[in-house]
């Protein structure tokens, strides 16, 4: 093992975890520099006298356990006529010693100045042995008492080795010392030749953990270094603390809730995620049909490709002086998820050890203390109680991180301009202050600080405040097949799964969004463990995105559930619906960038769509030098086409209108027919140039499906039977293919067969 005992730059409490090793390392730790128990010299002597054998060496102190071997090796004389009682002719001699035994002056050698009666006598007495004195009550332990599992062998030796590091030279030479003098009992030879490391492994070695952390502060005491016995004793309470909150970091993040509140253990599903240096980075515009250069990466397209240990790396913030770290991402790309991680690496003890207490705040649990006034340090003990052991978070050598996970989730108007500055940790306030303070420094500056947020939120906090941005962009090509690959038990089906999304290609696409990858787990891993062999399952595409939208409207109704003021606040169906019909006069104009003046015209207010329900999103491209513009657009172009097919069937399912055409059906002739609207849609999308509607259309007919109507009941206003009306458009599918007019959508022409009719097909 190497020797971390001389490192002083790692942090204390690495062995305080109970979740990142196994029982048996603390068996394994053993620094590299130890002494011998090598005998004293001694000179040869004319008398021998029977006495008790000493125990035998001391066992190194990386097998020790609760039960000190100190209790036995100072035991009362036993019987002599115990069989164990075992006798050695052996003389013990301790120079310079006040506690030294009778029996070092039973030499013949340098007791010239004594007469022979004076001589006989002290031999006489040597030959009783004399009774062994009681230990003193520090180096006592009950038997019954429990030593704190946060109490390890790699935390107590950086500990005494920290605190002995603060002695002056001359401090710590009569430390020794007077460690060697009170303590005859365990230190047989002076400690004067013995460094710092070597005095901690000695005490370590020859005392249990517990006796070792009691008599140096006693010692400590004595010397009238308070100071520096408080500073150990700080020390392991909050290692006690720490180790305390770990369990509950444990237990609240051991579980992920993917899409509607789903609860998977998080190491069954997790996947490393594309995170990267830099917050500019557009959203993924990568399409089937088309090339959407207005959503095209800026000047800068080379991105430094980060892990998620690769955040708060010490090496990287001493080099670049990072306190405050931002990192943005699209709503579902899988910022929480790599915050989880972070935290179960740290709680497991596996990275990130230089923090020694992490305290995640998200804004979800902040909005239930938005009205209060509260102290700084109340709101951390109200968060987690553990912590009300520790007085402050300022201490040396125990730094500290905050994470506060969803900006865009705070209720508390954040204003940095408008917010006074506060620096008391006790005195109570209000939360929007606390806040805005721990992020520009004032509260606990030493502390560093990880703030996750969705794009359209990074203006609140001033550039001055934020030393480093990452982005988290959902999954590259391999780690979205790995993702299938883990949270699917069954490899032959998760196999079966990764084949069936790369053979549609939007879908796979799309699958660069951890959230859209577990809609596509949900319906898959259902379908296709029950798929006949030899059957061929579908390539339709509407279910999935249905799915996808019902998440985001779920999330937007949980998050409408904390907000104040609920006024002007659109109900689902009629924000779906403008939102719906944006994105069908954007795709009109084959647009895909959201400008002010579209939020305006559909009465839509921007922050409802990208922050509460999540379905746009916003992103800065560099256009030039020093110059960044804001762009606003859906998550992914295709969820504007799916909007957009959307809005067109239900202003006809709902309104009778048909929204292709631009004026609403005739009723003195006929009732409108959905296959009528279905044949404009089909003729729109073959002559349309360079494929703007085909996706769009492949929507728009499986809607029509009876399935995905199911999913849409809470947004129509009827459904029915519609297994003539498919039957009737796929003939007339069928016809244009044949036709063969326009060649290049045939293959589109036939996905929508697909869409169409998403049952089961033998081969």
């Known amino acids: 093992m190497e ?148 109490l390890t062998v790699e935390f107590t030796f950086k500990a005494l080795q920290s605190c002995l590091q603060k002695l002056a030279a001359d401090e710590l030479k009569s430390f020794k010392r007077i460690l060697w003098e009170r303590y005859p009992e365990c230190f047989r030879d002076p400690l004067d030749g013995f460094d710092i490391v070597d005095v901690v492994d000695k005490m370590l070695e020859i005392c249990d953990i517990e006796v070792s952390l009691k008599i140096t502060q006693l010692v400590l005491r004595d010397m009238n270094l308070k100071k520096v016995a408080d500073y150990l004793q700080g020390l392991c309470k909050r290692n006690e603390v720490r180790y305390e909150l770990k369990i509950t970091l444990k237990r609240k993040y051991e579980n992920i809730y993917e899409g509607l509140a789903q609860q998977t253990l998080f190491e069954a599903v997790y996947t490393d995620l594309y995170i990267t240096d830099g917050g500019n980075a557009a959203s993924n515009s990568e399409h089937e049909f088309r090339q959407i250069e207005e959503l095209q990466e800026g000047r800068f397209d080379k991105k430094e490709v980060l892990s998620c240990r690769d955040i708060f790396n010490p090496e990287i913030v001493k080099t670049r002086y990072i306190r405050t770290l931002l990192t943005k991402g699209s709503p579902g790309i899988g910022k929480s998820s790599a915050v989880q991680r972070f935290i179960l690496d740290w709680v497991d003890g596996t990275a990130h050890q230089d923090v020694f207490f992490l305290l995640p705040l998200p804004f979800k649990e902040l909005n239930q203390m938005a009205d209060a006034e509260i102290g700084f340090m109340d709101l951390i003990c109200r968060l987690y109680p553990e912590m009300k052991e520790v007085d402050n978070l300022e201490f040396e050598g125990c730094s500290v991180m905050f994470i506060c996970d969803g900006l865009d989730d705070c209720n508390v108007p954040i204003d940095f301009r408008r917010t006074a ?14 806040i805005t303070n721990l992020i520009r420094g004032n509260l606990l500056y030493s502390a560093y600080v990880w703030i996750t947020t969705r794009p359209i939120t990074i203006n609140l906090i001033p550039p001055e405040c934020i030393h480093q941005i990452t982005e988290v962009r959902g999954f590259t090509n391999e780690q979205r097949e790995a993702y299938f690959r883990k949270a699917i038990a069954d490899k032959e089906l998760a196999e079966s799964v990764i084949t069936y999304i790369k053979s549609c290609r939007t879908l796979y696409i799309m699958c660069h969004m951890p959230l859209f990858c577990w809609v596509v787990r949900n319906v898959l891993e259902r379908e296709l463990h029950n798929l006949p062999t030899g059957a061929e399952f579908p390539k339709a595409l509407t279910h999935f995105y249905t799915k ?3 998440v985001h409207i779920s999330m937007r109704g949980q998050k409408l559930q904390t907000t104040q003021s609920k006024e002007g606040v659109l109900n689902d169906q009629d924000f779906v619906m403008k939102l719906g019909k944006m994105a069908f006069q954007l795709l009109e104009k084959s647009v895909f960038r959201i400008e002010k003046e579209n939020w305006k015209e559909c009465g839509l207010d921007a922050q409802d769509a990208v922050v509460t329900a999540g379905l746009c999103t916003q992103f800065h491209r560099e256009r030039f030098v020093m110059y960044y513009e804001k762009v606003d657009c859906f998550v992914h172009p295709t969820m504007q086409e799916y909007l957009a097919a959307l809005f067109v069937f239900l202003s006809f399912k709902n309104h009778g209108k048909n929204v292709l055409e631009g004026h609403k059906f005739k009723k003195f002739k006929k009732e409108p027919s959905l296959v009528d609207l279905q044949k404009n849609a089909v003729d729109k999308a073959m002559h349309a140039k360079d494929g703007n509607y085909d996706i769009f259309l492949r929507f728009f007919l499986g809607m029509s499906v009876e399935a995905n109507q199911d999913l849409l009941r809470s947004f129509l206003s009827s459904t029915g039977h519609t297994l003539h009306t498919q039957e009737e458009i796929s003939r007339y599918i069928r016809k244009k293919i044949k036709e063969n007019h326009h060649p290049e959508r045939n293959e589109n022409l036939q996905m929508c067969l697909d869409e169409l009719f998403p049952q089961i097909k033998s081969n």
């Open 3 to 150: 020797d971390t005992a001389s490192d002083n730059s790692l942090p204390f409490g690495q062995g305080a975890s109970a979740f990142g090793s196994d029982p048996g390392d603390e068996d394994d730790y053993n620094p590299e520099r130890r002494l011998s128990l090598d005998l004293m010299h001694w000179e040869p002597i004319t008398h021998v006298y029977d006495v008790e054998r000493a125990a035998s060496p001391a066992p190194s102190y990386v097998s020790m356990k609760s039960d000190d071997w100190l209790n036995d090796r100072f035991e009362t004389e036993a019987d002599e006529e115990s069989p164990t009682c075992i006798t050695t002719k052996i003389q013990l001699d301790r120079q310079d010693s006040s506690a030294s035994s009778c029996c070092s002056f039973c030499s013949d050698e340098g007791q010239e100045g004594e007469s022979k009666s004076e001589r006989k006598s002290q031999k006489k007495s040597c030959s009783q042995p004399s009774p062994t004195p009681p230990l003193k009550p520090e180096l006592l332990k009950d038997p019954n008492e429990k030593r704190h599992p946060a």
């Open 421 to 434: 500055y506060w620096c008391d940790q006790s005195e109570p306030t209000t939360l929007k202050i606390l």
């Open 548 to 550: 996808l939208l019902l």
